[in-house]
């Protein structure tokens, strides 16, 4: 019985240490199982919230002030606790796009809608918990879009047996698909259209990498149809990308209705022309990278940006074959958007509350004020006018100086 109390005393000794040394969160570590470190107590204090940023516990102090000024970004919009149109602050705004700049509209998690109207920013309900990727606003209505191809629009004339519109004129609608193709495998993540354009342009991603079936393509067209408010086909085949790359693509952007740039993973870039068309041509560019591309902006038929993990820039300036390298990036976070007003007005975003700059001579990092020891994931970003941009992300839409 003795040997027996010993045996279960050492094997509990045994196991002890080799929890505290191996297999934990930062693996096996030789070195560690020989001399494990001890951890030392800390006494328990009062569980409290957010304080203010101590400068010496933090590599980026210098870029998250506590005060708002008119040259930092500084929350502005649908989060203001103090306004009964408040948006939950654990909601991710995934798009913010507008008419004008009293025209703006932001969706996001969980069916997030709302609308600034130059002055307020005021709720709307879709009555959909479905995340809103993106936004398509047309001259008369407004259509939001799923992640997976749901379609909820208002302003457009409900059809026979279709779903009765939300308190706010909100309808859902699903697509019908030409030659019976059908988005039914993709992830929409970006879109783009002209103004005035027929066409919506959407980025997929897709999760079957398949070439034989029209469900893998990367690259969609949406439009609204008096007969079947809206028709859905392939515009782009994958074959146009090396590897397949074409069914993983993240965003698109044109200078016109006719001509646009789309980017995907693995650092694929492809220009569409005759965009409006029947049928659309399309051709690869050199992008310098395998990094993922989840963002393109273009100024114009020979200027474009592009951005991306590992804080990748690439910069079109009119090549016939491939886009340029930017160097002296003042990240190396993932970039997620990109969006301008001028070839020296551009704005990238991207995680750990990073937003960037350009004024045509360079890049700079551009301070946020009053949001604490948060460093929220950027998503979106938009502008009306040089000067005017709004930024989205998890639980915060911020603007210049907190204005519009």
Excluded at 59 to 80: H, I, K, R
Excluded at 114 to 127: I, L, Q, T
Aim: charged fraction near 20%.
């Amino acid at each position: 019985e003795m040997r027996l109390v010993l045996w279960i005393v050492g094997a509990g000794i045994a196991a002890c240490s080799a929890a505290g040394v191996g297999g934990g969160e930062y693996g096996d570590d030789p070195e560690d199982a020989s001399m494990p470190t001890p951890t030392p107590e800390v006494e328990a204090g009062p569980d409290v919230g957010p304080t203010e940023l101590d400068a010496s516990a933090c590599t980026d102090c210098e870029y998250f002030p506590e005060t708002c000024s008119a040259d930092v970004l500084c929350p502005n919009g649908p989060f203001d606790a103090n306004s009964s149109e408040s948006l939950d602050v654990r909601t991710s705004i995934e798009s913010i796009r507008g008419r004008s700049s009293k025209d703006v509209w932001v969706v996001g998690a969980l069916g997030a809608i709302a609308h600034f109207d130059g002055v307020v920013w005021k709720r709307s309900d879709a009555e959909t918990q479905d995340t809103l990727m993106n936004l398509w606003l047309r001259e008369s209505s407004e259509v939001a879009l799923g992640g997976f191809g749901q379609v909820y629009a208002r302003g457009v004339e409900i059809v026979d047996g279709g779903a009765s519109p939300s308190i706010d004129g909100w309808a859902p609608y699903s697509p019908t698909y030409v030659a019976g193709q059908k988005l039914t495998d993709a992830r929409v993540v970006g879109v783009w259209a002209a103004p005035g354009s027929e066409w919506l342009w959407c980025a997929a991603q897709t999760s079957s990498t398949s070439t034989t079936t029209s469900a893998t393509a990367g690259l969609w067209r949406l439009r609204q149809r008096p007969s079947t408010p809206f028709e859905g086909n392939v515009a782009v085949a994958t074959s146009v990308c090396r590897q397949n790359a074409c069914t993983q693509m993240t965003s698109v952007h044109g200078a016109s209705a006719d001509e646009l740039w789309a980017v995907g993973i693995e650092g694929s870039i492809v220009r569409v022309n005759d965009a409006e068309s029947a049928s659309p041509s399309v051709r690869g560019f050199n992008s310098q990278t395998l990094n993922a591309l989840n963002g393109v902006w273009s100024a114009s038929a020979s200027e474009a940006w592009a951005v991306g993990v590992a804080g990748t820039i690439r910069h079109y300036t009119g090549d016939p074959a491939r886009w340029d390298i930017v160097s002296n990036v003042p990240t190396s976070v993932d970039l997620n958007a990109v969006w301008g007003t001028s070839p020296s007005d551009v704005w990238v975003v991207g995680d750990r509350g990073v937003v960037l700059h350009y004024d045509g001579n360079g890049w700079s990092r551009v301070k946020i004020a009053g949001i604490g020891q948060d460093r929220p994931d950027l998503k979106t970003v938009w502008s009306a006018a040089p000067g005017h941009p709004w930024i989205g992300g998890r639980g915060v839409v911020l603007s210049l100086g907190g204005k519009p």
